[in-house]
C-alpha cells in the first residue's frame, strides 16, 4: 500500500512540474493557477488509466507504434485535462505536439528518478529494519 502510495506521489509530482514547464516553455499552452490541482489531477488520473488501454490497443491492432504510446496516451490524457475548464489550455497544433512531447519527456524522466530515489531509498530501509520479536506472553 505504501509503494503504490508512493508511485502515486510520483505520478502526481512528475505530472506537476511537467505541465508548469510546458505553460513556461510552449507559447500556446496556458495553465491557469486556480485550475492548477485540478489540472494536475485529471491529467494524472487519464494519464494511469489510458496508458493501459492505448497500450493494449496498439499491441492487438497496431504494432509497428508502441514505441510511441507514451506519447499518445500523454496527448490523450493532455486532451482530457483540457475539458476541464479554469484549468489547462493548448492552442495550437504545433503547440498540442510540443505539449505531448515535453510532459511526455518530463513525467517519463521524473517518474523514473524519482522512482528510483524514493522507492529504493524506501525499500532499503524497509529492508533494514529489524523483524519484531515474537511476544512472550
Known amino acids: 500500500m505504501i509503494r503504490f502510495l508512493l508511485s502515486l506521489a510520483i505520478s ?3 505530472a506537476a512540474v511537467a505541465l508548469l514547464v510546458a505553460s513556461a516553455v510552449i507559447g ?24 493501459p488501454f492505448v497500450f493494449n490497443l496498439a499491441r492487438k ?5 508502441l514505441g510511441g504510446i507514451g506519447l499518445v ?3 490523450i490524457a493532455l486532451f482530457v485535462a483540457t475539458l476541464f475548464p479554469n484549468g489547462l489550455r493548448i492552442e495550437g ?5 510540443l505539449a505531448s512531447l515535453v510532459v511526455w519527456l518530463i513525467t517519463a524522466l521524473g517518474t523514473w528518478i ?22 512472550a506472553s
Open 114 to 135: 524519482l522512482g528510483a530515489l524514493i522507492i529504493k531509498r524506501w525499500w532499503e530501509k524497509r529492508k533494514d529494519r529489524p523483524a519484531a520479536a515474537p511476544s
Open 93 to 97: 497544433v504545433s503547440s498540442w505536439i
Open 61 to 65: 491492432y497496431a504494432s509497428a507504434v
Open 28 to 51: 500556446g499552452v496556458r495553465l491557469e493557477a486556480s485550475g492548477f490541482v485540478i489540472a494536475v489531477a485529471v491529467f494524472t488520473v487519464a494519464q494511469a488509466i489510458l496508458a
Open 12 to 14: 502526481v509530482v512528475s
Open 73 to 75: 496516451s500523454t496527448l
